[in-house]
């Protein structure tokens, strides 16, 4: 599967952006789903995820309560909607599909899991 971030771009403090993460690829619906995020000079984090069903969802702390994974598997794509975004979240923000599920409510917040991985988008929040 191939898997591409788009969506990205300059916002300001308190603002909204939605990524959306394409792919190619019969079995995207049954892979999971993760994000995940590198800001300039810090390692690449994971901030949330979404099972190949849709039907569970988690975030981190950092983005708990401003984020929001989805997906539409008829149109192979998983959404990202940030809002209230801050100086911080600052950084290129990647997807990811995990094809070794457990289940169709299973995630992963383990880097290691995703073995597909899109390019990447840059969101950039001013103050």
């Known amino acids: 599967v191939q898997l591409q971030a788009s969506g990205g771009g300059l916002v300001q403090a308190g603002g909204s952006l939605r990524l959306s993460c394409a792919a190619s690829?019969?079995?995207?619906?049954?892979?999971?789903i993760g994000w995940f995020r590198q800001a300039p000079g810090k390692e690449r984090e994971f901030i949330g995820a979404?099972?190949?069903?849709?039907?569970?969802?988690y975030y981190t702390d950092s983005v708990k309560g401003r984020f929001t994974i989805s997906r539409d598997n008829a149109k192979n794509t998983v959404y990202l909607q940030m809002n209230s975004l801050k100086p911080s979240d600052t950084a290129i923000y990647y997807c990811?599909?995990?094809?070794?599920?457990?289940?169709?409510?299973?995630?992963?917040?383990?880097?290691?899991?995703?073995?597909?991985w899109g390019q990447g988008t840059l969101v950039t929040v001013s103050s």
């Open positions: 979404i099972s190949w069903s849709g039907g569970s969802t």
């Open positions: 690829g019969h079995t995207f619906s049954s892979y999971p």
């Open positions: 990811a599909a995990d094809p070794n599920p457990w289940g169709p409510e299973y995630y992963s917040g383990s880097i290691s899991s995703y073995d597909y």
